[in-house]
């Protein structure tokens, strides 16, 4: 009786520790998708199901609100200017609902966040190369456009980065800083931010990055002091110091296999809530997840391997927030796949669980 009481002790307890998310899918719907799906995902066993369903044209990033009641959401609207949309959200049942929206200050807008106070959103646009500052209102609601910087510039590659393309608008730990990876230009923009300006971004400093590059996504170190940066096109991840809003580089490692030899296209990129790892998705002919361990004294990554992600065109994914599970979004291939993490390796293993949704390209978790 007493080993019993103490395994169900150790059950109660671990279980304990466990914690039920909402998970926001942002999709492409020029297919199947209706546009954002909102699923509950326990993070104790890997599992998941579909609440809500919401109609949105490209929702093909989110950001969820540091309170949890409200998303906001990019429209891409192709050749006219794009949109961000704002819902409302209820914790108690799962439910979004429709709020209002805005322009979004140039041509397929791919990226949105917002500020820790929730007075701004802030807007990268990719095919027009600008960022947008918007504010919010006390009841979620989106203001109109603020400002707009125009980004001026292009780089080695004559396809691919014939003129600037804003790709991420990302806050610095202390958001006194911007920062705006733009693929087209080949540089890491960095802006000074004041929440209490009418026009919040402002004087910048920049990180010039290899020629035919192509920077994406960033993510800061657990320590706040260092930067990762992934490059779309040339498929690496470049390391930088982050000292008084400037970047200091001090690596630059590949996201592929030294005998890779099919396209490239890496476009995400996150590191486990412990610190210790760092992952990378890998597009094009690859459809990878590249792992790194990071130095705990000099924030350097080693390659450790690869996980193939069981699906085409890795755009997204999200680690949650206890580090047990991660979660990759695959476009092509309509489906979600859920890995779970050896916190002591950080090696991903299959758990053979996999949601379907049509062209899903982002992943956002909310404590339920």
Not at 28 to 54: H, P, R
Not at 89 to 104: E, I, R
Not at 239 to 265: C, E, M, T, V, Y
Not at 288 to 305: C, E, F, H, R
Request: proline share 4%.
């Amino acid at each position: 009786m007493k080993l019993i009481f103490i395994l169900s002790l150790t059950l109660f307890v671990n279980q304990s520790f466990s914690q039920d998310y909402y998970l926001f899918v942002g999709t492409y719907t020029k297919g199947a998708s209706l546009g954002i799906y909102v699923y509950k995902f326990n993070a104790s066993n890997g599992d998941a199901q579909v609440i809500d369903s919401i109609a949105s044209k490209n929702p093909s990033y989110l950001a969820i609100s540091p309170t949890g009641k409200y998303v906001y959401a990019v429209n891409e609207n192709g050749s006219v200017e794009g949109e961000v949309s704002a819902y409302t959200f209820d914790k108690a049942n799962g439910k979004l609902t429709f709020l209002n929206k805005q322009l979004s200050g140039g041509l397929d807008p791919c990226y949105v966040a917002e500020s820790k106070n929730s007075k701004w959103l802030m807007v990268a646009n990719y095919s027009s190369g600008t960022v947008s500052a918007l504010p919010l209102n006390v009841d979620g609601s989106i203001g109109a456009i603020a400002q707009v910087i125009q980004h001026e510039g292009k780089s080695a590659d004559t396809i691919r980065q014939e003129k600037a393309h804003a790709h991420s608008a990302i806050f610095s730990p202390d958001e006194h800083y911007l920062l705006c990876a733009d693929l087209g230009m080949d540089k890491e923009m960095i802006y000074k931010f004041n929440t209490s300006a009418e026009q919040p971004l402002g004087t910048k400093d920049s990180a010039v990055i290899t020629p035919g590059s192509g920077p994406r996504h960033i993510v800061f170190s657990q320590k706040k002091s260092d930067v990762y940066i992934i490059e779309e096109l040339s498929g690496t991840v470049d390391a930088f110091h982050f000292i008084n809003g400037k970047l200091k580089p001090f690596q630059r490692i590949s996201a592929h296999p030294d005998d890779f030899k099919g396209q490239k296209g890496s476009a995400d990129i996150h590191i486990t809530p412990n610190g210790k790892f760092l992952y990378a998705s890998n597009r094009g002919d690859a459809n990878s997840l590249a792992i790194y361990s990071i130095d705990p004294v000099t924030g350097k990554l080693k390659l450790k391997g690869f996980q193939d992600v069981l699906g085409k065109h890795p755009r997204n994914f999200v680690i949650d927030p206890e580090g047990k599970f991660l979660l990759v979004a695959n476009r092509d291939t309509d489906n979600v796949v859920i890995f779970s993490i050896n916190q002591q390796t950080g090696m991903l293993k299959e758990t053979g669980k996999q949601l379907q949704i049509p062209n899903p390209v982002c992943l956002k978790l909310l404590k339920k």
